[in-house]
């Protein structure tokens, strides 16, 4: 028995530890830097790099002696503007380390190296982002209100929407996102054991699964309401050897993510959501532990 329990011990153990270890791989981007109506925002991603030829010619001539970090890899930030409902690119800054001092200064790159990189984009003097098409630009400024430690999946207090066509904004919206109800439901540092506890699973009506030793319990686009009760979501239920889910385990999770009251509940860009809002979660669901608990062994 001591040995039985030992080995489920360090089956739990190693399931969490590698979903961490998958989480901490991720890491949140800096992104760039825009203007608008004489306001800095932050803004939630690079348009420069999703012109693959830019962004090669960028990274050449970017000095190497400029500080690079796992939130921005690349070691420059853009500084951008909105004119007359055009994008503009105003300049790039890099940070640049010295390391007999030790020390580091901000500097933007010269105005030679911006012509050679840009010069096709020109127009009275200015770099238009013409190459750039994008139907949801995000930028936001003030506290944050959501944070996920993953590239751009972060909201702050005000965010601005931009709709862009060729480096022209055909559409902008506005929003003042917050915490609606902060102490309800997440899934924020769930354990196996709260897992148990939340979804307790009538597995033994599914027979194939005497030989299966855990479950994947995905779930995703969780939508609220204003008062953190739980409207719809996606769920599957699967295992390792399995295509599909299991459609009545999943909807047994279903029924019981919609008994849970209330979930911690944020306004995002128009919607009542959870801390689901940018990315879903994978729940490992340990049947061997289960089949061992019914045996009495624990």
Same mark, same amino acid.
């Given at each position: ?92 800054? =890099?940070? %640049? ?12 790159? !010269?105005?030679? *190296? $911006? ?106 686009? =969780?939508? %609220? ?12 239920? !699967?295992?390792? *050897? $399995? ?56």
């Amino acid at each position: 028995m001591g040995k039985h329990y030992g080995m489920m011990k360090r089956l739990i153990a190693g399931v969490l530890m590698f979903i961490t270890a998958m989480g901490a791989s991720a890491t949140g981007q800096s992104g760039d830097m825009i203007t608008i109506n004489g306001e800095q925002w932050n803004l939630l991603g690079k348009p420069i790099d999703w012109d693959s030829v830019l962004y090669k010619s960028l990274l050449k001539v970017l000095p190497e002696e400029r500080s690079i970090n796992t939130a921005n890899w690349d070691g420059y930030t853009a500084y951008w503007s909105i004119r007359n409902d055009r994008l503009y690119l105003d300049r790039i800054e =890099v940070e %640049l380390y010295n390391k007999e001092t030790r020390h580091s200064r901000k500097a933007n790159i !010269t105005e030679a *190296d $911006m012509h050679h990189v840009f010069g096709k984009y020109m127009k009275n003097g200015r770099i238009e982002a013409s190459w750039f098409s994008m139907p949801e630009l995000r930028a936001g400024k003030g506290r944050t209100v959501y944070y996920v430690h993953s590239g751009y999946c972060r909201n702050q207090e005000h965010e601005q929407i931009l709709s862009i066509e060729r480096g022209k904004i055909v559409k902008r919206q506005s929003y003042h996102n917050r915490v609606v109800v902060a102490d309800g439901f997440s899934f924020d540092n769930i354990n196996q054991e709260e897992i148990r506890r939340r979804f307790p699973l009538h597995t033994q009506n599914y027979p194939k699964l005497a030989d299966v030793g855990r479950l994947i319990i995905s779930i995703s686009k =969780v939508q %609220l309401d204003s008062n953190g009760n739980l409207l719809d979501c996606n769920v599957t239920v !699967t295992h390792r *050897d $399995m295509k599909g889910s299991i459609e009545g385990l999943a909807q047994e999770v279903k029924t019981l993510l919609k008994q849970i009251h209330p979930w911690k509940t944020l306004y995002i860009n128009g919607e009542y959501v959870s801390t689901l809002y940018h990315q879903s979660i994978t729940l490992p669901y340990v049947l061997a532990l289960a089949k061992t608990q019914e045996k009495g062994h624990f």
